[in-house]
């Protein structure tokens, strides 16, 4: 049981993905919102935060559905051709290995310069509220992690980087 | 033993579902009935929510660049391929391109000198 109450802690940051994205979704049936929200991992979400705003509405769901089957389909095509080929191509380039593993940092670089760019009406047009997220986020998600609380670093940041957000356009507000 | 071991496949894997499933349901249902409706703290969540993408992807790329910095010693190459990677996500706006950058920078200062 103790098992289980750590790995449900290291999925907590789940629980404000769909909250987020929902505003770019319209409604429909349950049966499409449980298929999604399977497919909702941190990736997808990610993704999808910086893509959706920038499209209509009424055809996100699909777009959330087909972004979820691509990352699952490709994590399993992955995982097989990795069993299948072992590890040939690490074999003859082994210094390739760490290399691979920065392409989820660079995504999530990529992913925050979108989310910057595509700052809309939502945050008041004004892109200082989101950079000031993200270094409020930053910030507490190193903190935690070092201090050894790596399960709750990325919801406890979620949720302090938006407050900083809120606060620094709230302070934008009031001086005009 | 083996029952108890697929209990805890079943318990982690319905919890970890239904975190992501129930708040999704729960926010689009309460944003179509809540037009005109709406509570003040209704308002309040919902200019909050843009910031939480951001903040998330922010907190993603912290814990995705520290693991390998654990022993305090090696912030020095993730920070170095970093620099590349941002540029180019600048000025292309690519994902791939993006990624295939920084996986080409992060290979090339790794590389025994």
């Known amino acids: 049981m103790v ?21 770019n979704l319209r409604r429909t049936g349950a049966g499409r919102v449980a298929v999604s929200a399977f ?8 993704v999808a935060s910086a893509r959706l705003p920038r499209r209509s509405p009424g055809t996100n769901f699909g777009r959330l559905l087909g972004l979820g089957t691509g990352a699952y389909t490709s994590w399993a095509l992955g995982t097989w051709s990795g069993a299948v080929a072992g590890s040939a191509v690490l074999d003859a380039l082994p210094s390739l290995a760490p290399a691979l593993s920065f392409a989820l940092p660079a995504l999530f670089v ?18 200082s509220p989101v950079a000031g997220a993200i270094l409020v986020a930053a910030a507490v998600a190193a903190t935690l992690y070092v201090a050894g609380l790596e399960s709750w670093s990325v919801p406890a940041a979620g949720v302090a980087g938006s407050a900083g957000g809120l606060l620094i356009r709230w302070g934008r507000d009031n001086e005009d | 033993m083996r029952t108890e071991l697929l ?42 929510l843009p910031y939480v993408g951001p903040s998330v992807v922010a907190a993603l790329l912290v814990t995705s660049i520290l693991p390998e910095t654990r022993d305090g010693t090696e912030l020095l190459r993730p920070g170095l391929a970093l620099l590349p990677t941002l540029f180019i996500a600048v000025r292309s706006g690519n994902l791939g391109l993006t990624v295939l950058v920084g996986v080409l920078a992060y290979w090339l200062v790794s590389l025994p000198t």
């Open chain 2, 7 to 48: 209990l805890l496949f079943l318990v982690v894997g319905a919890g970890n579902y239904l975190m992501r499933f129930l708040p999704l349901l729960w926010a689009l249902r309460s944003a179509s009935t809540g037009e005109g409706s709406e509570t003040a703290g209704d308002r309040r969540l919902n200019r909050l």
């Open chain 1, 39 to 46: 497919g909702l991992t941190d990736e997808v979400f990610a």
């Open chain 1, 110 to 127: 990529a992913l925050l310069v979108t989310l910057v760019r595509s700052a809309g009406p939502a945050t008041g047009g004004a892109r």
């Open chain 1, 3 to 23: 098992m289980a109450a750590i790995s449900l802690v290291l999925g907590v940051r789940h629980v404000l993905y769909g909250p987020s994205l929902a505003p």
